[in-house]
């Protein structure tokens, strides 16, 4: 392997070592979730006039429960469109370059997907305050409340 070849190589090699060392600026779900949690339970305590304030739209929905006590739910639905992969092809026969007859066939590829990410807040009002919370869905890392 001539020393040309080598040094030729090791750029890249190079320039994705760099690149890495951007990673460590990215939060991981776990921080996400956590920093989620963190909003909501700074939330605890408030009026309901307060939490609907602060939740930044009314309820989709609200229960009344036997006690005395409310639930109120919200719903986000964070669902996008994965654009998948086309597929390569690839010529089967044929002579020559160009034209030169043969067959294209594809190989491979994935179509577009769906990809369903909702998220559900539900807070227990006590006596007109925010008494307790649960949420739950992947989509909950990119919801703001």
Known sequence: MSRYYRHMTLKPLLAVLALLTLLPGCETRA???????GQLRAMAGAPEAGLLNSMGRIP????????GAKILQWR?????????????????????WGWGGGLW?????????????GCIVEWTMVSGSAQGYRWQGAGCQKVTP
């Open 31 to 37: 921080e996400r979730e956590a920093a989620f949690d």
């Open 60 to 67: 989709d929905n609200s229960y009344q429960l036997e006690d």
């Open 76 to 96: 986000w639905d964070t669902s996008y469109i994965d654009p998948g992969m086309p597929p390569m092809y690839q010529r089967f026969g044929g002579w020559g």
């Open 105 to 117: 066939m594809p190989m491979g590829g994935f179509p577009p997907t769906l990809v369903r990410q």
